[in-house]
Nanobody, 115 residues
């Protein structure tokens, strides 16, 4: 199973984008869905995550601007990004972890925010 991330692109500061992460097949016993990002020259960092029960955690830098959500029927995870800032520019990766600790990573989608 592969994760297909999409929705990235070029947007002006203040704009919005919605990222999607769709598995190519079924994933069972999903424990955690998350989005990470990696800016040039920086380490990959957690942006947002949602556990099986629906509880969410956000990086301080995106609180109030980004929203993680999921569509259970398709095991799809989304990241709605509003009020984008140039510092949000990065490659965004989705991650799905199962109850058996198997981890899937998406290939990344580039988000570029111009000032």
């Amino acid at each position: 199973v592969q994760l297909q991330a999409s929705g990235g692109g070029l947007v002006q500061a203040g704009g919005s984008l919605t990222l999607s992460c769709l598995p190519s097949g079924s994933i069972f016993s999903i424990n955690l869905m998350a989005w990470y990002r990696q800016a040039p020259g920086k380490q990959r960092e957690l942006v947002a995550r949602m556990n099986r029960g629906g509880s969410t955690v956000y990086a301080d830098s995106v609180k109030g601007r980004f929203t993680i959500s999921r569509e259970n029927a398709k095991n799809t995870v989304y990241l709605q990004m509003n009020s984008l800032k140039p510092e949000d520019t990065a490659v965004y990766f989705c991650r799905i972890a199962t109850a058996s600790s198997y981890v899937y990573w998406g290939q990344g989608t580039l988000v570029t925010v111009s000032s």
